[in-house]
Nanobody, 119 residues
Framework: QVQLVESGGGLVQAGGSLRLSCGAS????????MGWFRRAPGKAREFVAS????????NYADSVKGRFTISRDNAKNTVYLQMNSLKPEDTSVYYC????????????WGQGTQVTVSS
């Protein structure tokens, strides 16, 4: 079992930056691929970014490519999402998630952190 806790959300003006953090419990964090997702009001949850267990491979949604960066520190059991050049359409609740090796879906989810970008 993995417990995930996001932090770092808040209110920022368009063009600004935020860094989200997701802390994980357990000693097996380094074995889990991790992802960030978001859900805007009235919309379905959408994929934002993912990172392999070692951190050597990343993937991004087209809407955030070039602006967001996912990274992880396995020694600190933490995954990050650096968000630059924020736009009002980035306003969402952001969730981190962990995927067990071999699983086709994400198995563990955090409670989410609100990001609001004002125009």
């Amino acid at each position: 079992q993995v417990q995930l806790v996001e932090s770092g959300g808040g209110l920022v003006q368009a063009g600004g930056s935020l860094r989200l953090s997701c802390g994980a419990s357990g000693r097996t964090f380094s074995s889990y691929p991790m992802g960030w997702f978001r859900r805007a009001p009235g919309k379905a949850r959408e994929f934002v970014a993912s990172i392999s267990s070692s951190g050597s491979s990343t993937n991004y949604a087209d809407s955030v490519k070039g602006r967001f960066t996912i990274s992880r520190d396995n020694a600190k059991n933490t995954v990050y999402l650096q968000m630059n050049s924020l736009k009002p359409e980035d306003t969402s609740v952001y969730y981190c998630a962990a995927r067990r090796i071999g699983s086709l879906e994400y198995n563990y989810w955090g409670q989410g952190t609100q990001v609001t970008v004002s125009s």
